[in-house]
């Protein structure tokens, strides 16, 4: 054996005593790949979760007017009649002086916001044969609509 050969290889033909070392991490292709698979899966799911995110606004906002429309039916139960259009679903939360009988508070906090930061919207007389309304005009907030714009009435 040559000297340079027995320096190559360890004694007995093993393998060399200091093989070539491969950094550790990952090559530019596996990285690519990755990314290339987050964005497909981005791009599927993430119009679904965005479409989930509208329905269940819409879903806590028909809540929140069934949870009125009871508490609406309490205040006239104790008050014999609704509040009227002026007093508003304030009247749930304070005493309006028109209501000797009140027997509230007869929602726990305050009045909310619908889930797109508006106000409700109270009619008493309601329309449609109904003897209150109370309405969020969806996430456009204008009367009407179709779809996620849609109004939600009591």
Do not use: C
């Not at 989930?52 to 906002?61: N, P, T």
């Not at 007093?87 to 309006?96: F, M, T």
């Not at 009140?102 to 309601?126: C, F, I, T």
């Amino acid at each position: 054996m040559s000297q340079s050969r027995a320096s190559a290889v360890g004694p007995a033909g093993d393998p060399p005593l200091n093989p070539p070392r491969r950094s550790p991490g990952f090559t530019l292709l596996e990285l690519l790949v990755v990314m290339a698979i987050i964005g497909l899966l981005a791009a599927y799911v993430g119009p679904k979760y965005f479409s989930q995110l509208g329905q269940s606004e819409h879903k806590v906002a028909r809540a929140q007017v069934e949870a009125f429309a009871k508490a609406l039916d309490t205040y006239r139960l104790d008050n014999g009649h609704y509040p009227s259009s002026a007093q508003g679903l304030a009247a749930l939360v304070s005493r309006p002086a028109a209501a000797p009988r009140w027997n509230g508070p007869y929602l726990g906090k305050a009045v909310p916001l619908d889930p797109w930061g508006r106000p409700y919207h109270y009619r008493q007389p309601g329309t449609q044969g109904r003897e209150v309304d109370v309405v969020s005009y969806g996430n456009d907030g204008r009367p009407g609509g179709s779809g996620l714009g849609a109004d939600i009435v009591n």
